[in-house]
């Protein structure tokens, strides 16, 4: 398989740093050169920005303001890491990407979403991910996830359930609307099913055949 630039997307609770290494350790088995990294952060200056975005201390960010740090972090980390790294041929599998600004600072704070796509281009030099996987999983069992994880909870997971529905609602809008760039994966499986359904999509990428996937036909 040709480098490939693969990312992780979905609510909170999803499991996509679980799922993002596990894909990571199976195509570095496989043979692939492999580049594991995360939005925010992904860099030393992505790292400090992803510091201020998710201390609850900064309750007082305004969303624009949310909106423009996520990119700030994300043009430095495709510029000094990503596309380097697909430059040199080697696969990049991250965790999260533009969608997610799409869907938290578009769907769930209320920002116009085309101003943040013209933003997103400018920041990426239009980059796109040859691959996006959505973990869908509902709201209450994703948040009830984050909880159970002892010190995680930050101060985007802190707000409201509508704000996480609104998230979900536009990652599945967006899933929809471009399904031939997406598998959507139920993240409330058992996460070896889950793994399973990841890398077939990874396999059907690589054939030339990535389709519009659900879980649904990926187990078929």
């Not at 303001?65 to 430095?76: I, S, V, W």
């Not at 929809?176 to 890398?199: F, G, H, M, Q, S």
């Amino acid at each position: 398989m040709r480098a490939r630039f693969i990312v992780f997307e979905g609510p909170e609770g999803g499991g996509k740093t679980l799922q993002a290494t596990r894909l990571a350790k199976s195509l570095r088995v496989a043979g692939q050169s492999v580049v594991l990294t995360r939005e925010p952060g992904g860099t030393p200056v992505g790292e400090e920005i992803r510091d201020i975005l998710l201390r609850k201390e900064s309750y007082t960010m305004l969303p624009t303001t949310e909106a423009l740090l996520m990119t700030a972090a994300r043009a430095q980390h495709v510029g000094s890491v990503i596309h380097p790294a697909l430059r040199d041929g080697m696969t990049v599998v991250c965790d999260r990407f533009t969608d997610s600004t799409l869907a938290y600072q578009g769907g769930g704070r209320g920002l116009p979403i085309e101003p943040l796509r013209s933003v997103q281009q400018l920041a990426t030099d239009g980059l796109e991910p040859d691959l996006r996987i959505l973990l869908d999983v509902p709201v209450d069992i994703g948040l009830s996830r984050r909880m159970n994880q002892h010190g995680s909870m930050n101060r985007i997971d802190a707000a409201d359930l509508s704000f996480h529905e609104r998230v979900r609602s536009t990652f599945l809008a967006l899933a929809a609307a471009e399904p031939n760039r997406w598998a959507v994966i139920d993240a409330t499986l058992p996460a070896e099913d889950v793994a399973r359904l990841v890398w077939h999509a990874v396999n059907r990428l690589s054939t030339h055949t990535a389709e519009g996937v659900t879980s649904e036909t990926l187990a078929s």
